[in-house]
T-cell receptor, first 113, second 114 residues
Framework: EPEVTQTPSHQVTQMGQEVILRCVPI?????FYWYRQILGQKVEFLVS????????KSEIFDDQFSVERPDGSNFTLKIRSTKLEDSAMYFC???????????FGPGTRLTVT | AQSVSQHNHHVILSEAASLELGCNYS??????LFWYVQYPGQHLQLLLK????DPLVKGIKGFEAEFIKSKFSFNLRKPSVQWSDTAEYFC????????????WGAGTKLIIKP
């Protein structure tokens, strides 16, 4: 069964550094998403992406964040200058139709020191 | 703004006990409803979903949920839990009016004692 994959599984970075989190959505899916979950808190929507552009973004998704689909398979989340409060689990998800269930990757645990 | 409430943050049960996890949402229009599960060390997986039709939906691993529109609820149930059901359970909602942005509950950590 096809799965969403994410790399790396754990990323440790220093405050102020740039990080790129990578995702490979399911191949015939058209909508892509990033979520984050700070330890002990709710899953929070960051951004959705369709047809090579952002379709929705939350207030969390400020100028420090960007997303890109650099080729036909990868979907990346870049944080330009990480802050301590960016430490969280970041989940990528995808679906064929935005109304339907989303399929999630295993997550990347980002630790900012 | 839409919101989702899961009232039980931690639930501890013994094996074979019956389970009901509450989920309420705050939107009056047409919604799609989901329960996701996250087993320890694993990613979020869909347990079941409701889009339309029979309000009692059956999911994987013996779980079911009932959509009660008048109560804005979508409670998750299982008649007899197993130790392997230990996980965190998330209720989520989307709707056309919110451009299908998935709104999440806070999650319920379920621990099953063997």
């Amino acid at each position: 069964e096809p799965e969403v994959t994410q790399t790396p599984s754990h990323q440790v970075t220093q405050m102020g550094q740039e990080v790129i989190l990578r995702c490979v959505p399911i191949s015939n899916h058209l909508y892509f998403y990033w979520y984050r979950q700070i330890l002990g808190q709710k899953v929070e929507f960051l951004v959705s992406f369709y047809n090579n552009e952002i379709s929705e973004k939350s207030e969390i998704f400020d100028d420090q964040f960007s997303v890109e689909r650099p080729d036909g398979s990868n979907f990346t989340l870049k944080i330009r200058s990480t802050k301590l409060e960016d430490s969280a689990m970041y989940f990528c998800a995808s679906n064929r139709d935005r109304a339907y269930e989303q399929y999630f990757g295993p997550g990347t645990r980002l630790t900012v020191t | 703004a839409q919101s989702v409430s899961q009232h039980n943050h931690h639930v501890i049960l013994s094996e074979a006990a019956s389970l009901e996890l509450g989920c309420n949402y705050s939107y009056g229009g047409t919604v799609n409803l989901f329960w996701y599960v996250q087993y320890p060390g694993q990613h979020l997986q869909l347990l079941l979903k409701y889009f339309s039709g029979d309000p009692l939906v059956k999911g994987i691993k013996g779980f079911e949920a009932e959509f009660i529109k008048s109560k804005f609820s979508f409670n998750l149930r299982k008649p007899s839990v197993q130790w392997s059901d230990t996980a965190e359970y998330f209720c989520a909602v989307n709707s056309r009016d919110s451009n299908y942005q998935l709104i999440w509950g806070a999650g319920t950590k379920l621990i099953i004692k063997p």
